[in-house]
């Protein structure tokens, strides 16, 4: 007799077989409806188009290049196979010195080279998923809890608090003031928690924001610093997305902040990187932790043992960003075809009524359906997101996914994309959005709406009358990534 998967799940542990995980949200959900629907513009060209995941593909020709130019980077050519000993046998788990090194300078080009960072203090681990368990590991106990404001990443229910048993408390945000948080706010949450006997050890930030695509100003940074210095708390800044910000000086790191000597404990301030969206290379696995508090620095380091990145990575990335012409324009050419793709796509909304939250950085941007739904309620957001994924195919994620405390709200990734496929998505939405009211409901055949939308297509009517010239960002297409690849 054989075993059902519930006694097969009797067999395994709580946290196992828990949802911690947090697979059954529609941000997920929409993964998989791309997974089994994929676009192709010639193979599947009425398949769903993958807006869902923020992967920074408009500057893999600048990297093709480079790897052509630079054979002897990997120790799996004929050009580096004379290193290939000395790289696949044990290394400590510090990291390579030169890798280190490398990402510390790289960190401090982001950021303007307006302050630098100590490759000392640089901790490894398996992209930002692992660094950000990680620090949750090193901080808290189970029980304890973050301050995190909402809207946020859906994966931090599952990266802080799966395996850690730590909570996550929401910070109040809106739309009224473009969901930035207050002070008011934080002292809200914080006091929320207290009364509930939850022992807060820190504060959680994203800079620049995933979903807003919004970056901190110097006060709020500054409000942040003194606010986590009188509760005795920690804060954990993720800036994984420092160098998606169009305008490079806009960005101010929380580096800068405590460079200030506004007599700030630097025990409690924890940076959070990877190179997954700022290179592009989620595939590689490369997580940073930066703190500057020593015992932090110590304790991560041991526990990067469970997540260490190949030193056949390292090796690659250490010869890539110590190439400084490269990285030089690297950046700025990045930051450029950002900041076209983003003109182009968020004018096509505009033109069809279509508002997007004003942002400069970011893989994406966090739109405004609000009036679209028939009621403003989450499952009025629920059935025009089913809509958005199963007639209109393409793969948005709701605001709900992300905490959202509003309805209507939607984040759509830009950059994983060609320029092709990106026309054909932003072609999609405003045929959508230009049907009449009625839109919102189920249609009784999706393949009426997929005649309507290949019709819209061929006329491109709307696309005369209406589109402005394309500003387009010459790059290497990229096929679509595959489902397991979440951000």
Known sequence: MGFTLSNQQQLLSKIATGNGHGENSPYFDGWKAYDSDPFHPTKNPNGVIQMGLAENQMCFD?????????????ICT?????????IAIFQDYHGLPEFRNAVANFMGKVRGNRVTFDADRIVMSGGATGAHEMIAF???????????????????????????GVQLIPVACDSSNNFKFTRAALEAAYEKAQKANIRVKGLLITNP?????????????????????????????????????????????????????IGCNRNLIHIVY???KDMGFPGFRVGIIYSYNDAVVNCARKMS????????????????????EFVKRFIAQSAKRLKTRHMRFTMGLAQVGTSCLKSNGGLFVWMDLRRLLKDQTFEAEMVLWRTIIH?????????SSFHCPEPGWFRVCFANMDDKTMEVALTRIRTFVLQDKEAIVPRKSNRLWQSNLRLSFQSRRMDDNMMSPCMMSPHTPIPQSPLVRAT
């Open 138 to 164: 090193c901080l808290a106990d189970p029980g304890d809890a973050f301050l995190v404001p909402v809207p946020y990443y859906p994966g931090f229910d599952r990266d802080l608090g799966w395996r850690t």
């Open 78 to 86: 004929a050009a580096g196979v004379n290193e290939f000993k000395d």
């Open 209 to 261: 924001s995933n979903p807003l695509g919004t970056v901190l100003d110097r006060d709020t940074l500054r409000s942040l610093v003194t606010f986590i210095n009188e509760k005795k708390i920690h804060l954990v800044c993720d800036e994984i997305y420092a160098a998606t910000v169009f305008n490079q000086s806009s960005f101010i790191s929380i580096a800068e902040i405590i460079e200030e000597n």
């Open 62 to 74: 600048l990297i093709q290049e480079w790897i052509l130019n630079n054979p002897e980077a990997s």
């Open 305 to 324: 043992s469970f997540g260490l990145v190949s030193t056949q990575t390292q090796h690659l990335i250490a010869s890539m960003l110590s190439d400084n």
């Open 391 to 399: 007639e209109v195919k393409l793969n948005v994620s709701p605001g």
């Open 274 to 276: 990877s190179l997954s």
